[in-house]
């Protein structure tokens, strides 16, 4: 089984800051998503990312994929109360592949 | 274009009774997850469906836990007897091949 392990657990900022998450393996994925879920939801996809090294960016968010696809990173700029939730990372181990298997989270909280 | 239906949404039993979960995918989703999530933690794979074939249910705890998809469509996840450790929402998930997945709310179980 691949693990994907998440860090920080939990962060509470205030409103304006900048955060950093990470998603971390000691496998290699063919694509990796990530997904937000708000308390009582489900996990909604923010992004996947397949391609060693990409850079993608989703209005104040920046995801990076590593360069040998073990590990990723989500940047959020300028924080607000509405990013507040679980930040999960999935990985797919093999291309067509279609099994995800999840980290444990990032549980963010922006206070105003 | 309507959601991943999951009901019921909170369900409380006592512990060795049964309970079931029902789930409805969005339309011409050919595969169906069904995930638990335990407070803290990331979703955890139960068994993955291919239109009503089982693709993965090496983490189904096979002695309590049963699933089906009769017709490919809709899907009902079934535990008996329930142990305490079973407390955790239960989230379903669908997606056409490989790619996004889109979950359901949940249906959040407490067992005492």
């Known amino acids: 089984t691949q693990l994907l392990e998440q860090s920080p657990q939990f962060l509470s900022i205030q409103e304006g800051e900048n955060l950093t998450v990470y998603c971390n393996s000691s496998s290699v994925f063919s694509s990796l998503q990530w997904y937000r879920q708000e308390p009582g939801e489900g996990p909604v996809l923010l992004v996947t990312v397949v391609t060693g090294g990409e850079v993608k960016k989703l209005k104040r968010l920046t995801f990076q994929f590593g360069d040998a696809r073990k590990d990723s990173s989500l940047h959020i700029t300028a924080a607000q109360p509405g990013d507040t939730g679980l930040y999960l990372c999935a990985g797919a181990p093999h291309s067509g592949y279609s099994t995800l298997t999840f980290g444990k989270g990032t549980m963010l909280l922006v206070s105003p | 274009e309507a959601g991943v239906a999951q009901s019921p949404r909170y369900k409380i039993i006592e512990k060795r009774q049964s309970v079931a979960f029902w789930c409805n995918p969005i339309s011409g989703h050919a595969t169906l997850y069904w995930y638990q999530q335990i407070l803290g933690q990331g979703p955890k794979l139960l068994i993955q469906f291919q239109n009503n074939g089982v693709v993965d249910d090496s983490q189904l705890p096979k002695d309590r836990f049963s699933a089906e998809r009769l017709k490919g469509v809709d899907s009902t996840l079934k535990i008996q007897p329930a142990k305490l450790e079973d407390s955790a929402v239960y989230l379903c998930?669908?997606?056409?091949?490989?790619?996004?997945?889109?979950f359901g709310e949940g249906s959040r179980l407490t067992v005492l």
């Open positions: 998930a669908s997606s056409l091949v490989l790619g996004e997945l889109f």
